[in-house]
């Protein structure tokens, strides 16, 4: 039940050649509020490694650091996270309580916005990564309607404030009867919003973490085909997300996900020259 991914970064990549075009894998530009530690983010190639359960996911780390200290690489980071088991598909929780993971791509979007083009990228896509404290005592001592308008979604069952459904579209143009907006202006739906980007969308698939009071919170991983969409939804959320009260980003890094490899085949097989 182990899955893993590699991607490399931005400067293995150019120093590979690999096929990447290279606007499609630069390190991300700082954000306003960022607290980054660069000893926890970066690096050259990235394993992301997920099982059901723990003991799988030691052995194969203790072994792929092995073989990468063996080639000559040292390990910079790693990090655990953790998601709740939910039954039948359902959309899990992260640590302020909310259902994350609700508005994910479908199949043809996926194929428009996070996987590559036909050719050498088609299963290939970039994944950026953030390591985002996340103050959920603060968070938890608002009364639930205001962590509602926080997030622009129901903590119970997690639609939009404008629907009755998880999975209704959020609607960012309706309005109250006084003409304000459903969906407040600092809402991190809102802003998060793909009408907001061309319908751009990015495949979520976040983790939490637990490293002990005061240092826990999301793992956001999202994978897209060009990483500039990441910027400038963190930087529409930067400026106004009423969420920036109580996260902070702690770490980051942005890689390359090579193609899965074809039977007898070699990861990145088709990107080389
Ligand atoms: C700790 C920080 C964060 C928390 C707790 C959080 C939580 C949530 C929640 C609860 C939702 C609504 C349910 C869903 O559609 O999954 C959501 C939606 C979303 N978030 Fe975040 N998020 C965080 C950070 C970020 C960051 C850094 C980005 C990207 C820069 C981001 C991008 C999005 C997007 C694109 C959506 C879907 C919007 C839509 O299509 O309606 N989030 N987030």
């Given at each position: 039940?182990?899955?893993?991914?590699?991607?490399?970064?931005?400067?293995?990549?150019?120093?590979?050649?690999?096929?990447?075009?290279?606007?499609?894998?630069?390190?991300l530009?700082?954000?306003?509020?960022?607290?980054?530690?660069?000893?926890?983010?970066?690096?050259?190639?990235?394993?992301?490694?997920?099982?059901?359960?723990?003991?799988?996911?030691?052995?194969?780390?203790?072994?792929?650091?092995?073989?990468?200290?063996?080639?000559?690489?040292?390990?910079?980071?790693?990090?655990?996270?953790?998601?709740?088991?939910?039954?039948?598909?359902?959309?899990?929780?992260?640590l302020f309580?909310?259902?994350?993971?609700?508005?994910n791509?479908?199949?043809?979007?996926?194929?428009?916005?996070?996987?590559?083009?036909?050719?050498?990228?088609?299963?290939?896509?970039?994944?950026?990564?953030?390591?985002?404290?996340?103050?959920?005592?603060?968070?938890?001592?608002?009364?639930?309607?205001?962590?509602?308008?926080?997030?622009g979604?129901?903590?119970?069952?997690?639609?939009?404030?404008?629907?009755?459904?998880?999975?209704?579209?959020?609607?960012?143009?309706?309005?109250?009867?006084?003409?304000?907006?459903v969906?407040?202006?600092?809402?991190?739906?809102?802003?998060?919003?793909?009408?907001?980007?061309?319908?751009a969308?990015?495949?979520?698939?976040?983790?939490?973490?637990?490293?002990?009071?005061?240092?826990?919170?999301?793992?956001?991983?999202?994978?897209?085909?060009?990483?500039?969409?990441?910027?400038?939804?963190?930087?529409?959320?930067?400026?106004?997300?009423?969420?920036?009260?109580?996260?902070?980003?702690?770490?980051?890094?942005?890689?390359?996900?090579?193609?899965g490899?074809?039977?007898?085949?070699?990861?990145?097989?088709?990107?080389?020259?």
């Amino acid at each position: 039940g182990l899955s893993s991914l590699v991607g490399v970064g931005p400067g293995l990549a150019a120093r590979l050649g690999l096929n990447v075009p290279p606007a499609l894998l630069t390190e991300l530009p700082e954000f306003p509020g960022d607290r980054l530690d660069p000893a926890r983010g970066g690096g050259d190639l990235v394993i992301q490694l997920c099982a059901a359960d723990r003991w799988p996911l030691s052995v194969v780390a203790e072994q792929a650091g092995a073989a990468a200290r063996a080639a000559g690489a040292t390990v910079r980071w790693t990090q655990s996270g953790f998601l709740a088991r939910t039954a039948g598909g359902a959309t899990p929780r992260n640590l302020f309580g909310f259902k994350d993971g609700t508005a994910n791509p479908n199949g043809p979007e996926g194929g428009q916005w996070v996987w590559g083009p036909p050719g050498p990228h088609e299963h290939g896509t970039v994944l950026v990564y953030r390591r985002i404290r996340m103050d959920t005592a603060a968070f938890a001592a608002l009364p639930m309607d205001r962590q509602e308008q926080v997030m622009g979604r129901r903590a119970g069952d997690g639609a939009p404030l404008t629907g009755t459904a998880e999975h209704d579209e959020p609607d960012i143009y309706a309005k109250n009867p006084d003409g304000s907006y459903v969906l407040p202006a600092t809402a991190h739906v809102r802003l998060s919003s793909p009408r907001l980007d061309g319908g751009a969308r990015m495949l979520r698939r976040g983790y939490s973490y637990d490293d002990g009071p005061g240092d826990r919170g999301l793992l956001f991983c999202a994978f897209m085909r060009d990483p500039a969409q990441f910027t400038r939804v963190q930087n529409r959320l930067a400026a106004r997300d009423a969420l920036n009260a109580f996260v902070e980003h702690t770490a980051s890094a942005v890689a390359y996900v090579l193609p899965g490899a074809p039977a007898g085949g070699t990861l990145g097989e088709g990107l080389f020259g």
